[in-house]
């Protein structure tokens, strides 16, 4: 079936309130490609001045608690970044995985919150180095895939995000082939998870996605939009890749 295809920013640990011009430009671009879902995660603090600069904009935070509130000095919850304006959010990122010793199993509880209060997620999963060079990618990703998919996930509301680690701010990507492949191996776990829900629910690709490879990396099958880290941080690079994916669509 046709994905429509989304284009998502990661902001990480960067911007501040000036930043936000940026956001002015980004939120032109999805008006004027109304083919193509745009998104940006912002740090928990921005969240809400972005959502006031930009309303039409998806606001996504970068992580959220899998526990409503509680005690759990510095954590943001789902209900929280939803109240601030966000639509959505970005789990299990790597960075979170690696630093923050998130497990499949925070990731899926995390994954539950955001369903739970009616934010969309998109689900971070990829593979080391090491695992790659060890032939074992293809089952280190497919098994946290399965680890951490939430029961009830299903339609449009979860996004899963292939980011190889070692393509992550490195300025290093898979070939087309590798991105096929493993795109295909993530659609088949999803419908041995989901059945035929998984039709409709999105794998991105993300790791040094820039407006110069964006055409082709979007246009590899099984390929549904892209999660951005540093070419998201400015509208100059990060509107061209929202027009790569509209001329794809
Ligand atoms: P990058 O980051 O585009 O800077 O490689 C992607 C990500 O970490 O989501």
Redesign the pocket.
């Known amino acids: 079936m046709a994905r429509r295809k989304l284009i998502a920013g ?1 902001w ?1 640990m960067n911007g501040d309130l000036a930043a936000l011009a940026e956001i002015d430009a980004i939120a032109a671009a999805a008006v004027a490609n109304p083919a193509v879902d745009v998104g940006i995660g912002v740090p928990a603090t921005l969240i809400g001045p972005a959502h006031a600069r930009a309303p039409r904009l998806a606001i996504g935070a970068e992580d959220v608690h899998a526990v409503d509130h509680g005690a759990f000095t510095g954590s943001v919850s789902a209900p929280m970044v939803r109240e601030a304006g966000a639509t959505f959010a970005i789990i299990g ?3 979170r995985r690696a630093g923050c010793g998130e497990t499949d199993a925070d990731v899926k509880a995390k994954a539950e919150a955001l369903l739970r209060h009616g934010l969309a997620a998109i689900l ?1 999963v990829g593979e080391t180095s090491d695992q790659r060079n060890a032939g074992n990618a293809v089952a280190a990703v497919t098994g946290q895939v399965r680890a951490s998919m939430p029961w009830g996930a299903a339609s449009g509301w979860l996004s899963v ?1 292939y ?1 190889p680690i070692w ?4 300025g290093h990507t898979p070939t087309l082939e590798q991105i096929s492949a493993m795109h295909g191996a993530i659609r088949a776990m999803l419908t041995e998870l989901l059945g035929a829900d998984a039709a409709s629910m999105r794998v991105l690709y ?4 820039t407006a110069e490879n964006a055409s082709e990396l979007l246009g590899a099958p099984d390929v549904d939009g892209a ?6 941080l400015t509208a100059a690079k990060f509107v061209p890749i929202i027009k790569a994916a509209a001329g794809l669509a």
């Open positions: 990661n990480k990122h790597s960075e971070c995000a980011e393509a992550i701010g490195s993300g790791g040094s996605v999660l951005v880290g540093g070419a998201s």
